[in-house]
């Protein structure tokens, strides 16, 4: 099946550090990756649409510039969050899906748990 | 109203019996129907996608889907133990669209 990569699966740094978070699809070509945030016994929630070779699309109240989207190939899509504070502290997870078969469902990568001290 | 509903929960089933998880969703136009397990702490994975009207079974688990109704559901039968987790509905209406996620369903088998 559909395989996501998500890397890395934990990161614990001080505030103020900007963190990349990739996320490769594995067997597929995938032109829109999203990423969601999840807070503990809470719901998923969709940061962002990634779409490959153009801007990303926010969710409303996502801040653009903290959190950095690029999308530069067609397997490959990367969430910088900029200047990490403890409010960012979450379990970031990426999705993605076949576009070139019908009615493929999302995969998920394992998530990426952050902390920030 | 939220686009995909499901009751938070949680439920509680004993070892063994079925367990029922139902969704219901407000846009018509869906064609794709999805069922997700989540375990505590770690992200979803695919358990069943469905398409057209009726029942699609794979193992223990069986989707139902109603369209007429815009209701989706998940049987799981024999329920075990290991089959505790949030079960996530996400509904979707084109190919092209992403997946609208329900808040989840908490399913606690007991022993």
């Not at chain 1, 926010?58 to 950095?68: M, S, T």
Request: one cysteine or more.
């Amino acid at each position: 099946g559909a395989v996501v990569s998500q890397h890395p699966s934990w990161v614990i740094c001080k505030s103020g550090t900007s963190v990349k978070i990739e996320c490769r699809s594995l067997d597929f070509q995938a032109t829109t990756m999203f990423w969601y945030r999840q807070f503990p016994k809470q719901s998923l929630m969709l940061m962002a649409t990634s779409n490959e070779g153009s801007k990303a699309t926010y969710e409303q109240g996502v801040e653009k510039d903290k959190f950095l989207i690029n999308h530069a190939s067609l397997t490959l899509s990367t969430l910088t969050v900029t200047s990490a504070h403890p409010e960012d502290s979450s379990f970031y997870i990426c999705s993605a899906r076949d576009n070139g078969r019908v009615g493929q469902p999302q995969h998920f990568g394992d998530g990426t748990r952050l902390s920030i001290l | 109203q939220k686009e995909v509903e499901q009751n938070s929960g949680p439920l509680s089933v004993p070892e063994g019996a079925i367990a029922s998880l139902n969704c219901t969703y407000s846009d018509r136009g869906s064609q794709s129907f999805f069922w997700y397990r989540q375990y505590s702490g770690k992200s979803p994975e695919l358990i069943m996608s469905i398409y057209s009207n009726g029942d699609k079974e794979d193992g223990r688990f069986t989707a139902q889907l109603n369209k007429a109704s815009q209701y989706v559901s998940l049987l799981i039968r024999d329920s075990q133990p290991s089959d505790s987790a949030t079960y996530l509905c996400a509904v979707r209406k084109t190919n092209a669209g992403k997946s609208t996620f329900g808040d989840g369903t908490t399913l606690t088998v007991k022993p």
